[in-house]
C-alpha cells in the first residue's frame, strides 16, 4: 500500500526515533555511535542497556540461510573496541510488562498486546506468546497517525513496549512490516483492513 521510496525513507531507524519523538511519542534513550567509549558511558548511565542493528542485515551463514541479528541486553564490559568499525544503536531496556505490535491500515489502528516472551526480543518465542486486541491510548494514536503523515505511509506495523505504569514506548516502526501470524480473528480484521483500503483509497472516486 505505501508507495516503495515512502517505504525506503521510513526505514532508516534514526529518521524513526527523531520522527517518533517530534510526534509526542515516547522513546527511550538512545546513542547511535560508532565511538567506544561514549558507547560504554551510554550503558553505565543507563544500565540496562540493549542493542540493536540500525537495518535489516543481508547476513548469511554458509548455507546460505538468512542470519537475523537479535535485539539484547549488553554490558559495559561487553562493548568491545570494535564497535569503532560502524556505527551502532543502543538503547536503555524498557521495563516491561508486555509488547504491543499496533497494525495500523489508513485511519485503522489494530493494537495487539503480546505477553509471554520470556526474553528481551519477543520474535525469537513465538510459541509462548499470547495475544489479544486493545485500545490504543488517545495520545498514542495521535502520534501514530502524525508519524505516518510525516513519513507520507498509509501502512505500518509499529513496536511498542508497555511498562507497568501504562505508557507506551516507541521502538521502531516498519512500513512494510508482518501481521498474519496473528490468531486468526485478528488477522480476519486486519485482512479486511487492507481489501477496504486497496479498494477504496483516499480520494478515490467511482
Known amino acids: 500500500m505505501n508507495h516503495p521510496w515512502r517505504n525506503r525513507d521510513a526505514e532508516f531507524k534514526p529518521a524513526q526515533l527523531a520522527a517518533a519523538a517530534r510526534c509526542g511519542l515516547s522513546v527511550p534513550p538512545t546513542i547511535i555511535t560508532n565511538n567506544p567509549d561514549q558507547a560504554r558511558q551510554f550503558a553505565d548511565t543507563h544500565r540496562p542497556v540493549i542493542y540493536k542493528p540500525l537495518r535489516e542485515t543481508d547476513y548469511l551463514d554458509e548455507t546460505g540461510h538468512a542470519l537475523t541479528v537479535w535485539i539484547d541486553e549488553v554490558g559495559v564490559d561487553s562493548i568491545g573496541d570494535s564497535v569503532a568499525h560502524t556505527a551502532h544503536l543502543f538503547q536503555q531496556r524498557v521495563n516491561k510488562v508486555a509488547d504491543i505490535r499496533m497494525t495500523v491500515v489508513g485511519r485503522r489502528l489494530f493494537p495487539v498486546r503480546i505477553d509471554g516472551s520470556p526474553g528481551v526480543d519477543w520474535r525469537r518465542h513465538y510459541e509462548a506468546l499470547r495475544y489479544r486486541l486493545l485500545d490504543a491510548p488517545p495520545d498514542v494514536a495521535k502520534g501514530v497517525h502524525a508519524y505516518l503523515d510525516a513519513f507520507r505511509l498509509t501502512f505500518g506495523a509499529f513496536d511498542f513496549g508497555l511498562d507497568a505504569e501504562g505508557?507506551?514506548?516507541?521502538?521502531?516502526?516498519?512500513?512494510?512490516?508482518?501481521?498474519?501470524?496473528?490468531?486468526?480473528?485478528?488477522?480476519?480484521?486486519?485482512?479486511?483492513?487492507?481489501?477496504?483500503?486497496?479498494?477504496?483509497?483516499?480520494?478515490?472516486?467511482?
Not at 168 to 190: H, K, L, M, V
Open 167 to 206: 505508557r507506551w514506548w516507541f521502538y521502531e516502526c516498519n512500513p512494510n512490516g508482518q501481521w498474519a501470524w496473528f490468531p486468526d480473528p485478528i488477522t480476519r480484521q486486519i485482512t479486511a483492513a487492507i481489501a477496504d483500503q486497496l479498494h477504496n483509497p483516499p480520494g478515490a472516486t467511482r
